[in-house]
């Protein structure tokens, strides 16, 4: 089962006709992202946060709306978006969470989001979560040998090791690498696909992995 999670960040950097498109989908929403979910008349499985954010009748509407609410202080150890993932893994086990809404704004959250896989209690939750956005999705490893499929328009493929990482190799991309071992968090980025697909590996560490594109909202204009 696949489940996505839409939270607060700013609405201009989601996919265009996300909410439309993925109407009958399997929603949770986090604080300002369940007040969007019921605002597009979607009712979410689960609404979490402290709502700090949101006015006296967007929490009305949301309480009205979702089949679940959990509710969270202002002051607490994990972010509004890490409590919404743990729940989502205590309650529903998916096998994937999509997460829209993690990027774009205050770059503080997103490095929050970005690390939460990391703070999590559950190792399960690496391989399961993907961040998606406008022009980005971003996905989380652990040690192993992949094979990954280019995505439709997405020009650029990148590694970021999160944690120390050994032997990391990168056999058939543009720019190659064998058995790189990483001391400290390193970003290996603008890389691209050979072909429809690229394979990777390493032997210990966590790995993100982001395909993304150049933002065309502004038709290149700074």
């Known amino acids: 089962m696949q489940l996505n999670l839409l939270v607060?960040?700013?609405?201009?950097?989601?996919?265009?006709g996300l909410?439309?498109?993925?109407?009958?989908?399997?929603?949770?929403g986090a604080d300002l992202g369940a007040v969007r979910l019921c605002q597009a008349k979607i009712t979410p499985l689960l609404a979490v946060g402290d709502f700090d954010s949101a006015t006296?009748?967007?929490v009305k509407l949301v309480k009205e709306t979702s089949q679940a609410i959990?509710?969270?202080?202002?002051?607490k150890d994990y972010t509004d978006t890490e409590v919404a993932l743990l729940e989502i893994e205590r309650r529903y086990h998916p096998e994937?969470?999509?997460?829209?809404?993690?990027?774009?704004?205050?770059?503080?959250?997103?490095?929050?989001?970005?690390?939460?896989?990391?703070?999590?209690?559950?190792?399960?939750?690496?391989?399961?979560?993907?961040?998606?956005?406008?022009?980005?999705?971003?996905?989380?490893?652990?040690?192993?040998?992949?094979?990954?499929?280019?995505?439709?328009?997405?020009?650029?493929?990148?590694?970021?090791s999160l944690t120390p990482v050994t032997k990391l190799t990168l056999p058939d991309e543009k720019y190659q690498l064998f058995e790189q071992d990483l001391s400290l968090p390193t970003a290996y980025v603008s890389n691209e696909f050979v072909g429809e697909s690229a394979s990777f590996s390493f032997?210990?560490?966590?790995?993100?992995?982001?395909?993304s594109k150049d933002d065309q909202r502004?038709?290149?204009?700074q």
Not at 8 to 16: D, H, K, T
């Open 8 to 16: 607060g960040g700013p609405v201009e950097y989601l996919p265009p």
């Open 19 to 28: 909410l439309q498109a993925k109407k009958n989908e399997r929603w949770v």
């Open 56 to 58: 006296e009748e967007q």
């Open 70 to 75: 959990c509710s969270l202080p202002a002051k």
């Open 96 to 160: 994937q969470i999509i997460v829209y809404g993690a990027t774009g704004g205050r770059s503080d959250h997103f490095l929050a989001n970005l690390f939460s896989v990391l703070r999590l209690d559950f190792p399960t939750f690496v391989p399961k979560v993907c961040f998606k956005d406008c022009q980005n999705e971003i996905r989380f490893y652990l040690p192993g040998s992949y094979t990954l499929t280019k995505l439709e328009e997405m020009s650029y493929l990148s590694f970021i």
């Open 203 to 211: 032997d210990s560490g966590v790995l993100c992995v982001i395909q």
């Open 218 to 221: 502004n038709n290149g204009r």
